[in-house]
């Protein structure tokens, strides 16, 4: 195969239709950011927009801007944007909260339906690598509700849908390994197995094009910080399938959920639709920020919207396993990401298998399964979280998820084919020189 040169990214950065996109970011001189997938950058527009929302709508306006600026509708308006790049409908989605509290919420009213409709259902399944909280959360409501929370592979979901599960609870892009779920499939698979699919959108609303009512979800929560690009804590949302909306109250019933807040009723009167699934007084400067993050995404709508960014999104993906292979080949790294592009999400993540690993990039086992992760207490996760702080120390910054990955995002906004060369460069000088190993890069920090 023809080596691919710096001088070939150029050229494809120089016929990207979205390339001017990028100066829609602030982005730090000399920094290489893969890591929008963990949280977004700083749009230009947000400082100012946040600025004026401090001293002009709460500075002067008081608390006369629930009105007058449209504080108190800002939940759906948001929520309206947000469903339109989740195959969701006008009036289904509201932003608010966090995503654990928001699958909170979602998984409670679907265990109560499970247990109207189904009442000898009291499993809610789930894939054993899916997100830490998500599976928290489940454990929490099944310990309260008196369920089960099962745990198995991604291969073996299909077969574990028996005649026991009242949900299927699934994210839909791994965190740790990118790989993609086939959405409408599982649904139906569940649906035909007689429970309900709740989604977490985390790591695809933005960066995938997702469907939810083509696939018939009952379900489905995400967060605003990642490829919405809403900053640090940026509300999250929240979408009910209009034939669930209305069956049961969520159990965080709070005012704004209410469906008369300014009544002042000691009786609890669900909104209608998805408004029920708000809970208490949202926060309206985070809200804002969010609201500039989606500016950025449908500035991509006059290029093709999500058909041109997913498209980007697997070039630039693809671009880096094939460097990855050119200039990494014998550095004892595995792809842990598919291939498939059907199966893969907007991240590529690769496991440090040790010095005497030969091979780069390893198949995928039979049926597309992802390949097993490493345990912790391998001897390799301190070589990993090495490497990406190494890596970071150059300007190029990843991230690290135990027990051995070194994790890159392609957000394709504001990452060109000539970044993705660099920094494979830079991998590739941290693992010939092995500055890797120097004290300081083996020091854990809070945040991985």
Not at 262 to 270: K, L, M
Not at 435 to 445: I, K, L, M, V
Request: charged residues 20%; negative net charge.
């Amino acid at each position: 195969m023809t080596a691919i040169s710096l001088h070939d990214c150029r050229s494809r950065d120089a016929a990207d239709p979205l390339r001017p996109l990028r100066d829609l970011f602030a982005l730090p001189p000399g920094v290489i950011y893969l890591d929008g997938n963990s949280l977004g950058p700083l749009p230009r527009a947000t400082a100012a927009r946040v600025a004026r929302a401090v001293e002009q709508e709460w500075g002067q306006g008081l608390i006369r801007s629930w009105n007058d600026a449209g504080w108190f509708e800002m939940p759906g308006r948001v929520g309206d944007r947000i469903a339109a790049w989740i195959g969701a409908g006008a009036g289904e989605v509201v932003a608010t909260d966090t995503t654990s509290i928001n699958l909170y919420k979602v998984l409670s009213a679907a265990l109560q339906i499970a247990a109207q409709d189904a009442p000898g259902r009291r499993v809610v399944l789930s894939e054993r690598s899916n997100f830490p909280t998500d599976l928290y959360i489940a454990q929490a409501l099944c310990r309260q509700q008196g369920c089960t929370l099962r745990l198995v592979e991604a291969q073996e979901l299909p077969a574990a849908l028996d005649g026991e599960v009242a949900v299927l609870m699934l994210t839909h892009v791994n965190y740790r390994s990118g790989a993609m779920h086939d959405m409408a499939a599982l649904t139906r698979a569940a649906h035909e197995a007689g429970a309900l699919a709740v989604w977490d959108l985390a790591h695809s609303a933005g960066a995938v094009p997702v469907h939810l009512h083509d696939a018939q979800a009952d379900f489905a929560i995400g967060c605003g910080y990642k490829y919405f690009n809403g900053g640090p804590g940026a509300p999250a949302f929240v979408w009910v399938h209009p034939r669930h909306a209305e069956r049961f109250w969520q159990p965080l019933a709070g005012w704004w959920g209410h469906d008369a807040p300014f009544a002042f009723t000691p009786e609890y009167v669900p909104a209608p639709g998805i408004g029920r699934y708000l809970c208490g007084t949202q926060p309206v400067l985070a809200m804002v920020a969010l609201a500039c993050g989606l500016d950025t995404l449908e500035a991509s709508l006059p290029h093709g919207g999500m058909r041109a960014l997913r498209a980007k999104s697997l070039a630039l993906t693809d671009l880096f396993i094939a460097l990855v292979e050119q200039r990494c080949g014998d550095a004892g790294l595995r792809l842990v990401t598919p291939r498939d592009h059907a199966q893969r999400g907007s991240q590529v993540c690769l496991s440090y298998q040790g010095p005497h690993a030969r091979h780069c990039v390893s198949s995928l086992p039979p049926e597309g399964a992802v390949p097993a992760l490493g345990q912790p207490g391998d001897g390799h996760a301190e070589g990993a979280y090495a490497m990406v702080q190494a890596l970071i120390a150059r300007g190029v910054v990843g991230d690290y998820r135990a027990p051995d990955i070194l994790r890159f995002g392609f957000t394709p906004l504001y990452l060109g084919f000539e970044d993705v060369w660099k920094a494979v460069e830079q991998l590739g000088q941290v693992l010939d020189s092995g500055e890797w190993r120097r004290p300081e890069f083996g020091r854990r920090q809070a945040v991985t």
